[in-house]
């Protein structure tokens, strides 16, 4: 699973899904062996977890029937994104029954019915919204003191539609009271600010997260988006920074438009150091490659950085 993530952060994207089909394959003969551990139903949960938020063409595993169904049926059935969320969902509650007093499988499970209602539509979508809220309050409540519960229901907070900016804002504040070194609630609490056209204390939280972490890409994206909504140019060099660290949505197109821009507006002088010397156009094309085969592209700018559940 560790190789799995490794080839993901990578962009080895099918080599990622391999190498998850295999701890799959592996998970399941454990399980027919001994069915009452509940670190294996865990992992289980993990890996389908893992494959649905992968790219369109890649969100599908073999699942042997007889584990579906029963019995003694030879054949495998092809699994999708849609009900890869939902097995996932079904392992991490198995896992529960057999530990109840584990709340990280709870957090766990709540992340799991968020990004499945982030990818889903028609009726059952808010009521994933409202799973995810009832296990991230039930997180928090059991142990207040650890930050991820928080950010979880800030997340959820901030996803649901419409969003819930003051429970968001409250859950934020409260993760990175519980840890002041946290990068991502910090940054989360940062886009919360950017949304409500808060810059000051955007860019006050920002700037902290990067303190806590300058490796972490959010905080820089966070950053350049304010640089570019006062007009300033060093946006390009924040957003150039961010595709250094990762790859993300924002930084990818964000970093691509102000490429464009560039070449399209800019002196020579600017040219020859911002494009020419600094690789540019190459780069530029890479990430927006990496961009327009995530499962979730959008096709406009737009002014925001996505929060993390983690």
């Not at 968001?168 to 009271?177: C, E, P, R, S």
Request: charged letters at 20%.
């Amino acid at each position: 699973m560790y190789q799995a993530r490794e080839c993901y952060r990578d962009q080895r994207i099918g080599t990622a899904r391999d190498h998850a089909q295999v701890v799959l394959d592996k998970l399941i003969l454990a399980i027919e062996q001994s069915s009452k551990l509940s670190c294996l139903w865990k992992l289980l949960a993990d890996t389908c977890f893992f494959v649905a938020k992968l790219p369109e063409k890649y969100c599908c595993m073999m699942i042997p029937k007889s584990f579906l169904e029963g019995g003694y049926l030879k054949e495998t059935t092809f699994v999708e994104k849609e009900d890869l969320y939902k097995m996932a969902a079904r392992f991490y509650c198995k896992a529960i029954n057999l530990t109840e007093d584990n709340v990280l499988i709870w957090h766990d499970l709540g992340v799991c019915y968020l990004y499945h209602a982030m990818n889903t539509e028609g009726n059952g979508k808010q009521q994933l919204f409202l799973y995810s809220l009832a296990v991230a309050r039930h997180c928090t409540s059991t142990n207040p003191s650890r930050w991820q519960h928080w950010n979880l229901l800030g997340n959820v907070a901030m996803r649901k539609d419409p969003p819930n900016y003051a429970l968001g804002q409250h859950a934020f504040i409260k993760a990175v009271t519980a840890d002041h070194n946290t990068a991502v609630a910090w940054t989360n609490l940062g886009i919360l600010y950017l949304l409500m056209d808060n810059i000051k204390l955007a860019n006050k939280a920002f700037s902290q997260g990067q303190r806590s972490d300058p490796n972490y890409v959010n905080s820089w994206i966070g950053q350049a988006l304010i640089a570019e909504k006062m007009g300033h140019e060093e946006a390009m060099d924040l957003f150039r920074h961010s595709t250094q660290l990762g790859q993300q949505q924002q930084g990818s197109l964000g970093y691509g438009h102000w490429v464009c821009q560039t070449l399209l507006t800019a002196s020579d002088d600017v040219n020859i150091y911002s494009v020419h010397n600094m690789h540019a156009v190459p780069v530029a094309c890479d990430v927006l490659t990496w961009y327009t085969d995530h499962p979730k592209f959008i096709v406009c700018r737009n002014p925001r950085v996505q929060f993390s559940a983690y």
